[in-house]
């Protein structure tokens, strides 16, 4: 846990979706560390009762769409160039991982150098993965651990319940060149977004 833990104890705290997120340094305020330093671009502080790579709590980002249930983790490398893992960054209320990435790379001047991958999970899943899963070693490697579901039920048109109405339709109006992208942005396996196979157009549809 962080070292003191009574300064941590004082520091301001907000709620995200019943996580308890304590604030250490605000958007446009300075972050410094060994040989780098930033102005932040958003919220940067740890998430209360969850322990990460360094020991600490988990380190996170709070991005300005607070209604989002998609968590991205980005795995950082150490900073002595060898590409071994570091430890997470967490990016709550961002609408996409394209987003996050971004933010990041505005939060650490060497982002770019150590930046190893990003995952998307859904809050679900995030909270499952502080809670049980191993958070000492890059999310990306678990191979083991499934953030979406990825089995076939019997009833097939278990994807339509993994969205809700509006995503469907948007999927439903959407090519196929796009629907990656939506599986990104909506939580969820390819899988998913792609078993959704009619196809229109608003106009087809408004026609």
Known sequence: MKENQLENSRLPRVEF???????????????????WINKLPADYGFIDGT???????????????PESTIIYVVDQND???SGSFDEHKCFLGYR???????????????????????????LGAFKTWLKYGDTSSPLSK???????????????KFTTR?????????????????KRELA????????????????KTFMDEAG
């Open 79 to 81: 900073m002595n160039g």
């Open 162 to 178: 993994k969205l809700t109405p509006d995503q469907v339709a948007l999927v439903r109006h959407s090519p196929h060149t796009q």
């Open 17 to 35: 979706h019943d996580l308890s997120i304590a604030i250490e340094t605000y958007a446009g305020e300075l972050r410094r560390g060994p040989g």
């Open 184 to 199: 990104e942005k909506f939580g969820v396996a390819y899988s998913t977004i792609h078993n959704i196979k009619s196809y």
């Open 142 to 156: 678990i191979r083991t651990f499934r953030p979406f579901s990825m089995i076939r039920h019997k009833n097939y």
């Open 96 to 122: 996409s991982a394209f987003e996050a990435k971004k933010d990041y790379y505005k939060g650490h001047s060497h982002g770019y150098a150590i930046f190893r991958s990003i995952t998307a999970l859904s």
């Open 51 to 65: 322990e990460g790579a360094d020991g600490d709590e988990m380190d996170c980002y709070l991005g300005p769409n």
